[in-house]
């Protein structure tokens, strides 16, 4: 048996790098690799700015242990406060005066008085300095308003 003669390859290109592989392989490995270290390099960056903020919010959270003690207030881990207020202050900074409405109308639910029977309450002194401090850290802009807001409150010792 004989078999029939192939057809000559066409010389190599002395230029091409990789003779062997076929162009568009080549290419569809280029792009693949491309699209694999941008995808790094996203990841990357989004791992370093969490990294960033997690200091920004330790930082922050360093500032507030301070003045919790100062204050003579008992002071949680600064890694609770960290994850609680973050880098702005979170819930506190949004709308620090709902927080009052909110307690005084919790107050009002759990003493089971309603109607004429609801007689306003002495507050804990220390939740109202405690919500000055971390407003004072995390958005001191909003202090005044607050203070406003709690001027009239009558406060009392913790027990």
């Known amino acids: 048996m ?6 000559p390859e066409a010389p190599a290109d002395p230029r091409d790098p990789h003779p062997g592989a076929p162009a568009r392989h080549r290419r569809a490995i280029y792009v693949g690799v491309i699209v694999v270290l ?17 200091l920004a919010a330790q930082r922050k959270a360093d500032k507030l242990s301070g003045r919790l003690r100062a ?25 620090p005066a709902k927080a009052l ?9 759990t003493s089971g008085a ?20 971390v407003l004072a850290t995390y958005c ?10 709690v001027k009239d409150l009558k406060l009392e010792d913790s027990p």
């Not at 204050?71 to 709308?95: I, K, M, N, R, Y």
């Not at 409405?101 to 639910?109: C, E, I, Q, S, Y």
């Open 38 to 54: 941008v995808v790094l390099l996203v990841l990357a960056l989004m791992g370093y700015t969490s990294t960033r903020n997690d």
């Open 2 to 7: 004989t078999t029939a003669p192939s057809a």
């Open 101 to 109: 409405v909110d307690a005084r109308t919790n107050g009002g639910l």
């Open 71 to 95: 204050a003579g207030l008992p002071v949680p881990e600064t890694s609770v406060l960290a994850q609680t207020f973050g880098t702005d202050g979170g819930a506190a900074c949004d709308d």
């Open 140 to 149: 001191p802009d909003k202090l005044p308003s607050f203070n406003q807001q």
């Open 114 to 133: 309603t109607g004429p029977g609801n007689r306003p309450i002495i507050a804990a002194k220390d939740l109202v300095t405690g919500e000055r401090q």
